[in-house]
């Protein structure tokens, strides 16, 4: 068996060579697509979503949930099931999650300059060139953003993570087809039962990996003949505790022999501290106040109970992240210049009615307290409102989000 990757701008022709591939080759493609509706089927979560992982924007609420990590951590997965005894080309984004220790392996870019680019796609579909230019700044972000996340290179065109860059622009599809199957013969070809062996760790750290982060956990997971190393990468506060939990989950793992735990290098400062997500707790909390020091001060506390929360500090704000980051349950003031509480809650009861809503404020009266609560509010609160009772409504109104009861 052997592997392909094909990295490319669009507008390079990608689908006539993988055609030719192909054909030369005999392997089976598999795309972005793919591997999500496959990893799909395996969580239960919606491809859409999945898909999103490829963004180069990532949620407010990310370093709570981990829902990127935990959709890479089932793409891995499903691309893991779909390498298993093929030769396979993988186009797009996802064949830089296989690991560099497949052999043979062989990572192609194709490539070509804006001109050739802004010309192919007059041909192939009608958009104007301010729509090009957006499409061409989104693909450079989109793409930037995942190889950074995974090798810390900003350049997805940078040559070093490339066994072959090909300049579209100066090639046909069908030469860049043959120069590409050239190169694959050329790839040393380990033994049979070593190729077989790279496969099965790369499925069981994929299956390690989904064990982690279904438990709420987040590490680098490499597998080497049936052995685990984790790796940590963030600042710890409890590293022993953090290493037996980690174990004991891994551990439980069909095929894994043994378990190691390593510390790695954490990114540039600030260093980032280890968060484990807890799923049973609200983990996507947006609160609202115009009062900065409260609203902070609530935030940390929330933090403190392991509850994820995040602050917006006016109306305006409050609706763009429930437009973007989709929270599950907001905490809002009442009163607040522009647009105020009232008409936070009674936009995001129209536009989106399964984000439960609990006002908190210090300005309210019985009036208000009826009105928000027939506008469709989960509870009313008055400030300073004691942190446990503030609490145990949120973990209801997270109940109730999660099981629609």
Not at 107 to 119: D, G, H, S
Not at 128 to 148: C, H, M, P, R, Y
Not at 366 to 385: I, N, V
Request: aromatic share 6%; net charge negative; with cysteine.
């Amino acid at each position: 068996m052997s592997v392909i990757t094909l990295f490319c701008n669009r507008f390079c022709h990608e689908e006539p060579v993988t055609q030719a591939l192909t054909a030369i080759t005999g392997h089976l493609l598999i795309t972005d697509d793919m591997v999500s509706a496959r990893a799909s089927e395996l969580s239960g979560i919606k491809k859409s979503k999945l898909i999103n992982a490829f963004s180069s924007r990532t949620s407010v609420f990310n370093s709570f949930t981990h829902e990127k990590e935990c959709s890479m951590a089932y793409m891995r997965l499903a691309l893991a099931k779909l390498l298993e005894d093929k030769s396979v080309i993988v186009s797009g984004y996802t064949g830089f999650l296989i690991p560099n220790t497949l052999d043979p392996l062989l990572r192609v870019c194709l490539t070509a300059n804006t001109q050739f680019r802004q010309a192919l796609a007059k041909n192939e579909e009608n958009i104007s060139e301010d729509e090009l230019f957006q499409v061409f700044l989104l693909e450079a972000k989109d793409a930037s953003a995942w190889t950074d996340l995974l090798f810390s290179i900003k350049d997805p065109w940078n040559p070093i993570l490339y066994d072959i860059v090909i300049s579209m622009d100066q090639s046909t599809p069908d030469k860049a087809a043959a120069r590409i199957f050239e190169n694959l013969l050329t790839q040393p070809c380990k033994p049979t039962k070593t190729a077989e062996t790279k496969i099965k760790d790369f499925l069981l750290a994929a299956d390690t990996e989904v064990a982690l982060v279904n438990a709420g956990h987040n590490v680098d997971v490499q597998a080497d003949n049936g052995n685990i190393i984790l790796t940590i990468n963030k600042q710890i506060l409890m590293l022993t505790r953090l290493e037996d939990e980690l174990k004991s989950i891994a551990g439980t793992v069909p095929g894994v022999l043994s378990v190691e735990t390593r510390m790695g290098q954490p990114a540039a400062p600030p260093i980032p501290i280890y968060r484990k997500h807890h799923i049973e707790l609200p983990s996507k909390v947006l609160l609202v106040d115009d009062e900065k020091e409260f609203v902070q001060t609530l935030s940390e506390r929330l933090q403190m109970r392991n509850m994820g929360s995040v602050v917006a500090y006016d109306g305006q704000s409050a609706l763009d992240l429930v437009q973007n980051d989709a929270p599950e349950v907001m905490i809002i003031d009442l009163k607040m210049p522009g647009i105020d509480g009232m008409e936070i809650l009674k936009q995001v009861k129209q536009t989106r009615p399964e984000i439960e809503v609990i006002v908190l404020t210090g300005h309210g009266s019985e009036h208000d307290k009826k009105k928000c609560l027939d506008l469709g509010a989960f509870a009313y609160m008055q400030k300073p409102a004691d942190i446990s009772l503030l609490s145990e409504a949120l973990k209801k109104a997270h109940e109730k989000v999660k099981t629609g009861k």
